[in-house]
């Protein structure tokens, strides 16, 4: 899940000040989206509509905006770092005084959430904030005292971020117990970390033990270490799950036995809709059993299997049971071992998903062959795609013309991730074609590390200097010469959009050269006839 406490200001490339007009649209588009995204204090406060929350953000803005100017102008030979510090430590402060105050009830508002009702502050008890810490006996007993209040209405909990010992967990059992029947959700990720192993596994089975028989929407257990051993602790909770809406069993060691353990535990997986196992010790063998669960999951909406060290065998067999998921909206399989078999099996399946909106699949080893497969494939079931992400995957000149045929469909995309291949200037010139026309919604296009020189990186800039809402170009990692960098910003102040869209080029290696690249003379002379051959990028319409 999105959380705003990850909301970090910094990542908006703030340098000096004052920002730019860009830079401050970024930063209420950015808050905007905290505001209106689920997270923990979503649902203990409630969820802010859209048109709302912009409305919160734009106001957000400007109140520190004017604050953060007039700190600098009383230091007028500052360098504007700390104007940018105020700015950003404010728009944090009145954004979480924002989410606190939860959603507006007046009539008034523009665009109600119809599906979300206000929930009541007394429906979530988190004591998830501030910095890790053990709790024991005592401490557990005042932090879940709200709990224990007759007549309580809480139906949500998050232990997150709290390392519980044996005697806290005795406490909180008889406590859970008493108002288990009226949970829908509980968070208990990361709550026995440091704990010896003995310990950690009796703990999770008095939680276990305590929480069995809730009819739970949503569940947590990530981030414990869990293994085998840990899966088979929470065996009453998990066993007595039949309404499961959301699993998230990530950063938790799930080799072959623990998804085994898994695929057996939970009875009844019909109605998921997210199904996240980032970062675990899966491998081909385990991905046989996550492929059975997800084969009994025809609703999920979010499927997550990153960095689950999935080769090729567990690739295809997790490709096609994903093909019972018609429903699915978000998919990421990143930083597996796929190989082109696994991409050929992967593309048959999206075929079948055409309610995609984001799709991420960086480092899977796909090489041209089935990275070709895969983008036509797309094409035709998912133009709408807002986020396709293909980095690392050694893709050349060779998928060039597939590729840049499968983003011209997509005139939704939003973010563009292609680093870390190998397009060559060859490449670069026909996908970045395609993306000249149209996609008036693209924000991101990451090409860094791509062996691209000058002829490439002018197209690229060229591609995005006119777009409204683009607001970043990561061209870094590549061998543009200091001739090529000019040319790229003098595109960019040229169009729309300002140097502040240009991203770090502390990698660039003006002086570098690809390997059997031909002289930055021979690319340009080359982009006449790769402008011909574009002449056949077009959509592919249907009958």
Request: hydrophobic share 40%.
């Amino acid at each position: 899940m999105d959380s705003t406490q990850d909301f970090q200001p910094r990542t908006f490339s703030i340098k000096l000040w004052p920002p730019s007009e860009s830079t401050r649209l970024m930063l209420v588009e950015k808050m905007t989206k905290n505001l209106s995204t689920e997270s923990i204090f979503s649902r203990k406060y409630g969820l802010l509509g859209k048109q709302e929350a912009h409305e919160n953000a734009k106001r957000i803005e400007e109140l520190c905006f004017a604050s953060a100017d007039e700190h600098f102008k009383r230091e007028p030979d500052g360098d504007g770092s700390s104007a940018v510090q105020l700015y950003a430590k404010e728009t944090s402060k009145l954004m979480l005084e924002v989410l606190k105050k939860g959603p507006s009830t007046t009539a008034e508002l523009e665009t109600p959430v119809a599906d979300t009702p206000l929930v009541p502050a007394d429906t979530v008890l988190d004591i998830s904030g501030g910095k890790r810490a053990f709790i024991e006996a005592d401490e557990a007993k005042e932090l879940l005292s709200p709990l224990t209040k007759p007549g309580n209405s809480y139906k949500r909990i998050c232990f997150s971020n709290r390392s519980f010992g044996i005697g806290a967990a005795n406490v909180a059992g008889p406590i859970l117990e008493a108002v288990k029947n009226q949970l829908t959700e509980v968070d208990i990720s990361d709550f026995v970390a440091g704990r010896p192993e003995d310990e950690a596994l009796d703990v999770m089975r008095i939680f276990s033990k305590a929480l069995e028989g809730s009819v739970l929407r949503y569940l947590n257990i990530s981030d414990n270490a869990l293994g085998e051993k840990g899966v088979r602790a929470f065996s009453e909770l998990l066993k007595s799950q039949e309404s499961l809406e959301e699993l998230y069993v990530m950063n938790d060691g799930i080799s072959e036995e623990a998804a085994k353990a898994l695929s057996e535990l939970i009875p009844a997986t019909e109605k998921l809709k997210v199904l996240h196992f980032h970062n675990n010790m899966t491998g081909d063998e385990g991905a046989m059993y996550i492929a059975e669960m997800v084969k009994r999951s025809p609703n999920v909406e979010s499927f997550r299997c990153s960095a689950t060290r999935i080769g090729s065998d567990g690739g295809v067999a997790l490709s096609e049971a994903l093909g019972t998921c018609t429903r699915l909206k978000k998919l990421d399989l990143r930083d597996n071992l796929f190989g082109v078999d696994a991409g050929l099996a992967l593309s048959k399946t999206l075929s079948k998903l055409h309610d995609l909106v984001e799709l991420y699949l960086s480092d899977l080893n796909l090489e041209n062959e089935g990275t070709i497969s895969i983008v036509k494939a797309l094409k035709q079931s998912a133009p709408q795609l807002e986020v396709l992400e293909m980095a690392g995957n050694e893709i050349n000149a060779k998928a060039a013309l597939d590729l840049a045929e499968c983003l011209t469909a997509m005139q939704s995309l939003k973010k563009l991730t292609l680093a870390e291949n190998e397009l060559k200037d060859d490449g670069a010139v026909i996908i970045a074609k395609s993306l000249e026309d149209g996609h008036t919604d693209l924000k991101e296009l990451d090409v860094s590390t791509n062996m691209l020189q000058r002829v490439g990186a002018r197209c690229f800039a060229r591609a995005v200097a006119d777009k409204p809402a683009f607001v970043q170009l990561n061209i870094n990692g590549n061998f543009i010469s200091d001739e090529g960098i000019d040319e790229v910003k003098e595109i960019l102040k040229a169009g729309k959009k300002s140097l502040d869209v240009l991203g770090s080029l502390d990698e660039n290696e003006p002086d570098g050269e690809p390997d059997d690249e031909e002289e930055d003379e021979d690319a340009e002379d080359n982009e006449d006839e790769l402008d011909l051959k574009l002449q056949s990028v077009k959509v592919e319409q249907d009958d």
